[in-house]
């Protein structure tokens, strides 16, 4: 089914921003729900923001006004706009996909998801 490539993390102070990326390929990644999940160190997974193959997001409260997750169908990408973070989102940032399509797509299912990329780290310093 092919590969979860992030890209687009790193350091930014408070209230700046940052883009993520997340490039697969095969048909399941565009009928399939998909998004993004975060950890770090020694916490829980913690799902951030979801998409289905409507393209209807749903996003965590935690990062709801500041988080945007949209669709490339032309790049078969995924983007995460980040904007006014701040040090509590610093964390590994993962892509993920849920491996058999349900009717249920939202944030807090993420972590569960089958396959994922490597992540990308994203630190934001006060």
């Known amino acids: 089914q092919g590969q979860l490539v992030e890209s687009g993390g790193g350091s930014v102070q408070t209230g700046g921003s940052l883009t993520l990326s997340c490039a697969g390929s095969?048909?399941?990644?565009?009928?399939?729900?998909m998004g993004w999940f975060r950890q770090a160190p020694g916490q829980k997974r913690e799902g951030v923001a979801s998409?289905?193959?409507?393209?209807?997001?749903t996003v965590a409260d935690s990062v709801k006004g500041r988080f945007t997750l949209s669709r490339d169908s032309a790049k078969n990408e995924l983007r995460l706009q980040m904007n006014d973070l701040k040090p509590e989102d610093t964390a590994m940032y993962y892509c993920?996909?849920?491996?058999?399509?349900?009717?249920?797509?939202?944030?807090?299912?993420?972590?569960?998801?089958?396959?994922r990329g490597q992540g990308t780290q994203v630190t934001v310093s006060s």
């Open positions: 993920a996909v849920e491996l058999q399509r349900s009717s249920l797509c939202r944030w807090w299912l993420l972590p569960d998801f089958g396959r």
């Open positions: 095969g048909l399941a990644y565009r009928r399939n729900c």
């Open positions: 998409i289905d193959s409507d393209d209807v997001t």
